[in-house]
């Protein structure tokens, strides 16, 4: 059984080995004649393929390829950023691979950390794969790993619990969803009807980029100076806090990630919660793991009545890619090992928790074969290519980690009663713009 609690998956580390004959590299960068050649991953155990999952394809590829070892590290995703760093500091690196975050691509390409693939993808890749995949990976025109993950955050409803309290379809605005919530609330059907992952990291920052640009704000200016404190930024910070002084959202939400969320709804403590993609398959299906199976719906997520509609919906982009350390002694290994991972076959097998990169994947045969090869595909695949159109990128700056996690304390200190929103935000935006100026 898998196990989603957060305390429980602190760190794990799989070792795989297999021992076979297979041919051998000369590269400089690989192991010596005879020897194996060991990749050690760094990834994160959250969201996206299972750990169970990402084990099978490093079996699988191992049988394929008896002359390289997989070496699998996982940590909780807050964790892996300041692994990678650290272990880069060392000679040899302490990883040979890393699933990278979208927002951590700009400081790592800056500080020298990965290894450019660009003359290494093949115009298969380059033609097949979305572009928007390929923007997530992808500066000035250089790529520095290969795309792996499209995500991006919806809302998920109980459908039981809309009906019992009088309600046909879920809501289009946080207007609509407050008055819904509300009445779920006056009618003793749940104590919290909704749950967010507003813990002190990136998880808020996520909710928060959904809100503020369906609300019309935004993260920068057009001269690239921090606008997230604007009259925007301050009044979704102040509904969040609303939210919570109301008991309309759990005030637990100032400490859940996103398996906190999951978990809560899956006990049929929440009728509303956004989270990623992985969650429907165990929400909606996984009778071991939860008590709300064939009641799950999901759809894009709300804005404002401010914006009128424009744009309809407003979520987060979550996408990430598998990049080769520039210092790792077994770059064409790793290579062969990420080209395996994120290859159209590896990504149609293992889809029930993220969508294939692959535009291929959506035509023709292939398109039937994926909708049947989960059974949560013929609803997620449709809910995907509505919501990911509105998914909103975090800024690609160099300073993106300190200036996250400065505004994932400023989050933390106005939802608990620290400092007034406007306080919160203006501190987060001077840091900002002191990072900016270095």
Not at 59 to 83: C, R, W
Not at 112 to 137: C, H, R, S
Not at 230 to 258: C, F, H, R
């Amino acid at each position: 059984m898998r196990t989603f609690q957060r305390t429980a998956l602190l760190m794990v580390a799989v070792l795989l080995v297999i021992s076979v004959v297979g041919c051998q590299s000369t590269s400089e960068t690989q192991a010596p004649a005879g020897e194996k050649a060991i990749v050690r991953v760094l990834t994160m155990d959250q969201a996206a393929m299972s750990v169970d999952q990402m084990n099978e394809v490093a079996t699988e590829f191992m049988a394929a390829n008896p002359d390289i070892t997989i070496e699998m590290t996982y940590v909780p995703y807050e964790q892996v950023h300041d692994k990678f760093v650290t272990g880069a500091a060392t000679t040899p690196p302490a990883y040979d691979v890393v699933m990278t975050d979208v927002v951590w691509y700009d400081e790592f390409i800056k500080k020298g950390y990965l290894t450019d693939i660009t003359d290494k993808a093949t115009q298969e890749m380059k033609d097949d794969i979305f572009p928007t995949a390929w923007n997530v990976v992808t500066r000035n025109g250089k790529s520095y790993g290969m795309p792996w993950l499209l995500d991006t955050k919806y809302l998920f409803y109980n459908t039981d619990l809309l009906q019992q309290a009088g309600f046909t379809n879920p809501p289009k605005t946080w207007e609509e969803l407050l008055t819904m919530a509300q009445a779920m609330k006056d009618q003793g059907l749940v104590e919290y009807p909704i749950v967010w992952s507003w813990a002190q990291a990136e998880a808020a920052i996520c909710d928060f980029t959904a809100l503020l640009y369906g609300n019309g704000g935004t993260f920068l200016d057009e001269s690239g100076q921090p606008a997230f404190n604007n009259e925007q930024g301050v009044a979704v910070l102040e509904w969040m806090k609303s939210t919570i002084d109301n008991g309309l959202s759990n005030p637990a939400s100032a400490q859940y990630l996103e398996g906190d969320v999951l978990n809560t709804f899956a006990q049929g403590k929440a009728a509303f919660a956004l989270n990623w993609l992985f969650m429907y398959d165990v929400a909606n299906f996984d009778t071991e793991n939860s008590q709300v199976t064939g009641k799950v719906g999901i759809t894009n997520i709300p804005v404002f009545e401010s914006i009128g509609g424009n744009p309809p919906s407003a979520s987060v982009d979550g996408s990430s890619g598998f990049s080769i350390t520039a210092t790792s002694p077994n770059v064409e290994a790793a290579w062969k090992y990420v080209t395996f991972l994120t290859s159209l076959d590896t990504q149609m097998k293992y889809s029930s928790n993220q969508l294939p990169i692959w535009a291929t994947a959506y035509e023709g045969e292939n398109l039937d074969t994926l909708k049947a090869a989960s059974r949560s595909n013929p609803v997620t695949v449709p809910a995907f290519a509505d919501q990911f159109q509105y998914a909103v990128l975090r800024p690609n700056i160099a300073y993106y980690q300190e200036g996250s996690t400065a505004l994932q304390l400023a989050l933390q200190e106005a939802l608990t009663g620290q400092k007034t929103p406007q306080e919160a935000l203006d501190a987060a935006a001077a840091k900002w713009a002191e990072l900016a100026a270095q």
